[in-house]
């Protein structure tokens, strides 16, 4: 088999690609990271593809999404503080390799593999040896050329644990994540609330309808061009505001458009806030949203009431409206662990970053303690 590093997925067949990664992510998808590659996501914020191929002559039965970066902008996977400690010994951090998605704290497959693949002979390989093989290959290449590190994130269990059995140092976050309990419509998924959270997300509801407000979702295909210059503007406003850059160009998000979902609340016949949706197969991803003009509770109506019940209508399993947020516990969505894994060359800066790591696991853990204790959910829920 040949290991391939290329800097583009241009003359990766799509077909193939996505055989590798299923259905059920949208973003691991050939179009979308292509459609990154395409429209100037990447170059201007740090993002040099980098990806790791893996083939039996022209089959390609294994990949990795991988980037090398300048800077830890867009993984929301926080490495600054250990950048900065290499700046003070003298120490080149940047570049290292990264194995993500770009801008998108979504988990997913990072290790791409075929699961049942016979070689032209004959020979079986199974799909954990084509894993391990990327795995070498990534790490190979990073010791080889002199990068820093290397860092798997948002990843699934499967990759995790394969992850950690090759000595990665493992941490975790918490995000917020809505669960499907196969509820009948939003009332039934409100019975099972305690009756303090049951009535403020009412009331919340209540006060959106009050001023005459009006959601519409439109999936991206059926977007007019009007339609696309609204959306794309309440996505800008959100990052001018927090003085921030819109690292996404409309032209993406138009190239992705069959997995986008657009969430537009009108008022008086004229849109006033927008939000980016993509959905999976099982899964609806909140990713953006913006307003031209605050109204209350309108954030929580279009980015997590109107996701829920657009989820319970289409029978998803998942609602993941997004990073961080505590806030979110109290509007049905429970803490759950994102992982990732870091390969770091240094000896003395990889025992460091470990213990840095044991003690923040400590913390996380007793923090997710204390996020349990808000769950919103009556104790004989099915939630």
């Known amino acids: 088999m040949n290991v391939v590093f290329a800097d583009s997925l241009e003359n990766v067949d799509a077909g193939q690609w996505n055989a590798l990664a299923g259905v059920d992510n949208p973003f691991i998808q050939y179009e979308f990271l292509r459609a990154l590659e ?6 201007p914020w740090g993002w040099q593809p980098n990806h790791c191929l893996l083939y039996d002559n022209n089959a390609l039965v294994g990949a990795c999404p991988a980037y090398l970066k300048t800077n830890s902008y867009g993984e929301f996977v926080f490495d600054w503080a250990w950048a900065d400690a290499y700046e003070q010994h003298g120490i080149d951090y940047y570049p290292k390799l990264v194995c993500a998605i770009p801008f998108t704290p ?14 032209a002979d004959g020979e079986h390989i199974p799909a954990g040896n084509i894993k391990q093989g990327l795995l070498d290959a990534l790490l190979a ?24 059995e090759n000595a990665l140092l493992p941490r975790f976050d918490y995000q917020y994540h809505w669960h499907n309990r196969d509820y009948r419509n939003f009332d039934d998924f409100l019975a099972g609330l305690t009756a303090k959270r049951r009535k403020n997300i009412r009331r ?42 819109p690292t996404l160009t409309l032209d993406f998000f138009r190239a992705v458009a069959d997995r986008l979902l657009a969430f537009f609340a009108w008022h008086n016949g004229r849109p006033v806030a927008a939000a980016i949706c993509f959905q999976g197969s099982n899964t609806l991803y909140g ?8 109204y209350d509770s309108l954030h929580f109506e279009l980015c997590y009431y109107t996701g829920i019940d657009y989820c319970i209508e289409n029978q998803l399993q998942t609602f993941e409206p997004g990073a961080q947020g505590e806030h979110k516990i109290w509007r ?39 996020l349990a204790q808000s769950s919103p959910y009556r104790q004989t829920t099915r939630a």
């Open 38 to 43: 395409q429209h100037d996501c990447l170059a």
């Open 106 to 119: 979504a988990q997913g497959p990072r290790l791409l593999s075929r699961s049942d693949y016979h070689t």
């Open 332 to 370: 049905g969505f429970l803490p759950v662990k994102t992982r990732s894994a870091h390969w770091i060359a240094h000896d003395g800066f990889r025992e460091a970053i470990a213990d840095f790591l044991q003690r923040e696991k400590a913390a996380m853990l007793e923090h997710g303690e204390q």
């Open 204 to 245: 919340e509801r209540r006060k959106v309808s009050d001023e005459s407000i009006q959601i519409k979702i439109i999936p991206g295909r059926e977007l007019s061009e009007e339609q696309w210059q609204q959306l794309y503007g309440y996505y800008q406003i959100t990052f001018l505001r927090k003085s921030g850059a």
């Open 287 to 294: 990713r953006h949203w913006g307003c031209s003009k605050n």
């Open 141 to 164: 290449y990073a010791d080889k050329t002199g990068l820093s590190s290397a860092h798997f994130l948002f990843t699934q269990n499967e990759d995790r644990q394969l992850l950690e």
